[in-house]
């Protein structure tokens, strides 16, 4: 994790989405996420999930060969909860791909336990530091969102670029 909890770096992040993202993809949320799915060469699948357990706002899995962002479907801030999961993504923090090893292997009654027991922040010291940085990520990228909504995408800051 070099240096993926600071405020520059996370900053970067933000920046290299933007990068990377077509102008139709940068003016929202869910077009980032294609961008960001393009980007890595892996599916990236946001789905509504109503069996979250209580407190769980959004969850990312990494599987074998996708992504998956959880969003409870109670939630009232789905941006925020997908940008912060996004933000996971992007800075490299570690996904939980034992989950999928556990499901496959346990009975169906116990998986919502497994699925609590081995969220991110059982046994991971810099679960706090990986949070923060999600947040801060989040952060950045929904307010760059809202500027950009309030003009034209990428064409004037591009412009601004070359005129100085």
């Not at 139709?24 to 357990?53: H, K, M, T, W, Y």
């Not at 996971?88 to 009654?109: F, K």
Request: proline share 4%.
């Amino acid at each position: 994790m070099l240096g993926v909890f600071s405020g520059p770096a996370v900053n970067s992040a933000v920046d290299r989405i933007f990068t990377m993202a077509t102008v139709e993809e940068s003016r929202s949320l869910d077009g980032l996420v294609e961008a960001v799915s393009r980007f890595r060469g892996r599916p990236l699948q946001v789905i509504e999930n109503s069996a979250l357990p209580a407190g769980v706002f959004g969850q990312w899995v990494h599987y074998r060969d996708h992504d998956e962002v959880s969003v409870a479907s109670w939630v009232q801030t789905r941006d925020r909860t997908l940008a912060h999961e996004l933000g996971h993504i992007v800075l490299g923090h570690q996904g939980r791909p034992v989950l999928e090893l556990a499901q496959a292997v346990l009975p169906a009654g116990v998986h919502e336990l497994a699925a609590l027991m081995l969220r991110r922040e059982c046994g991971n010291a810099g679960a706090a530091d990986e949070e923060s940085a999600a947040e801060q990520f989040a952060s950045v990228l929904l307010n760059r969102l809202q500027r950009i909504g309030r003009k034209e995408p990428r064409l004037r800051s591009r412009w601004g670029e070359a005129l100085g």
